[in-house]
């Protein structure tokens, strides 16, 4: 069985650009979640999704960040004009239904923001 | 609030000792659960043993255990006959339903495991 794959590995941008981090959870996974692990932190959950419906964003900087999981499936984390204090791995994980209690980790996305 | 906290931010140790990693939780929940998670080198974070918070037994997984002290809201994570290839970082992490079921995690044990 196919682990959560993740891409891209690594991100390198300067302040102002946007970025997109694209994540694909183990098959028959329906909850999706998203985490910022800054530097010798632990995660921090971001946002996650039931199917396409997101279930709690209230972590979310909604003012330049912004998460899709349109059919339930793949989805996208996105940061508008990214700052140096978002400069961190960027984690997705899944489970087979929200009531599930383990997580599986992607290999996340190194973002360093110049 | 939920909170989850590592106060040991590295141990090392020779291979094929034991040793313990320490972590305390803070809950308004009588129901919960408890999770000790690793991270390798690249990155890679995998799931290691649970602790349910109305089991009285301390959980165990091949050579992981856990030191479940409820009263102390403690659980800490011991790892006998250690390896070169447990050298990682370790985060204990806790599910709560006043928390809306997150994943809340503690900052890490950096774990080095010397020959």
């Known amino acids: 069985e196919a682990g959560v794959t993740q891409s891209p590995r690594y991100a390198v941008l300067q302040e102002g650009q946007a970025v997109s981090f694209w994540c694909d959870p183990i098959?028959?996974?329906?909850?999706l979640y998203w985490y910022q692990q800054p530097r010798d932190q632990g995660p921090q959950l971001l946002v996650y999704?039931?199917?396409?419906?997101?279930?709690?964003n209230s972590q979310l900087p909604s003012d330049r960040f912004s998460a899709v999981r349109p059919k339930g499936t793949n989805s996208t984390l996105k940061i508008q004009s990214a700052k140096q204090g978002d400069t961190a791995t960027y984690l997705c994980?899944?489970?087979?239904?929200?009531?599930?209690?383990?997580?599986?980790f992607g290999p996340g996305t190194r973002l360093t923001v110049l | 609030a939920q909170k989850v906290t590592q106060t040991q931010t590295s141990i090392s140790v020779v291979e094929k000792t034991t040793v313990t990693m320490d972590c305390v939780y803070e809950?308004?929940?009588?129901?919960?659960?408890l999770f000790w998670y690793k991270q390798t080198a690249s990155g890679e974070i995998v799931f290691l043993i649970r602790?349910?918070?109305?089991?009285?037994e301390n959980a165990t997984v091949g050579h992981y255990s856990l030191n479940f002290q409820k009263p102390k809201s403690s659980i800490g994570l011991i790892i006998t006959a250690t390896q070169i290839e447990d050298s990682a970082v370790y985060f204990c992490?806790?599910?709560?339903?006043?928390?809306?079921?997150?994943?809340?995690f503690g900052s890490g044990t950096q774990l080095t495991v010397m020959p």
């Open positions: 992490a806790m599910r709560e339903p006043s928390g809306s079921w997150q994943l809340i």
């Open positions: 809950t308004r929940d009588s129901s919960y659960f």
């Open positions: 994980a899944s489970s087979p239904g929200q009531g599930a209690l383990e997580q599986y």
């Open positions: 098959s028959g996974h329906d909850t």
């Open positions: 602790q349910d918070s109305y089991k009285k």
């Open positions: 999704f039931r199917d396409e419906a997101v279930i709690d």
